[in-house]
């Protein structure tokens, strides 16, 4: 039995692991009680007395986290952005090589990855790697997300009854081109510059379609790359050449743990996008994949890949 822990519970990424967590009779959830969950000693006890602990928390609150932790047994997975790009902690996208599934397996320390940085990773990285696309392309890509990425104030912001009427619409955000998750896109990408970058805010709770555009590429060798790479994977897939559907909705994977990446254009254009759920590979899925790996069980388990 594996006793784990969540520390930041109450909000989306933490609700949706416990729920996927809730029915496996190898795990047994550590809960503090509601006037305990941000009480430093009860939360340090809970982390120390973990094989897991998730931490579902803001940067500095995690980097606190992990400095309450003094048993060297327990594993952590950081579902914030503070240690992505930290060489000493395992990067968790197992499916971009066997060095980094080794590295999650063996690892202490685990960051788990951002959800739009997830998508254009699963896209880019690859072609990076087998030499498609030079590290020093100028790449651009935009994501489109559910609210439910927001947390709760953003998520009580559009399902209130007197909601601004303009929510109805998709909203730009990231406007100063400087979004948070960059960092680990060129970082773990091997990339000499950051993408430029666009966000987007749609009017629905869940789901992530991540495309990246490449003039001057070839739809056909791009698709190879990717199909190539991900070959024999059960939780990143490639849908085939041209994609499933003539267009592509951005909730499809929707309360799925799974990504599917999808190749459209020609010989000179090509767009490459990532369809997933920002609560699924972009967050929550993601990290209890991490977990899976770390226990050494079959990384599906639990989770609701399509």
Known sequence: MTNVFIDGSAGTTGLRIADRLANRADIRLLRLP???????????????????AFLCLPDA???????????????????STAHRTNPAWAYGFAELSQEHRAAIAGANRIANPGCHASGFIGCVYPLVKHGIVAADFPLTAYSL??????????IAEYEAPDRDVRHESHRIYGTTLQHKHLPEMQKICGLTQPPVFSPILGDFYEGMATSVLLPGFDAKRVWECLASHYENQKIVTVAPLGGDESVIYASTLALKDSMRII????EKQTMVTALFDNLGKGASGA?????????????????DVE
């Open 34 to 52: 509601e006037e305990k969950r941000k009480d430093i000693a009860a939360r340090q006890e809970a982390l120390n007395s973990a094989d897991i």
């Open 61 to 79: 609150a995690a980097i606190e986290a992990v400095s309450l932790v003094q048993s060297e047994k327990v594993k952590i997975i950081d579902t």
């Open 145 to 154: 997300t559910g609210y439910s990425g927001g947390g709760k104030s953003l």
């Open 263 to 266: 190749v459209t254009g020609h």
């Open 287 to 303: 990290a209890i994949q991490n977990m899976n790996i770390a226990l050494g069980v079959d990384e599906a388990t639990g989770l």
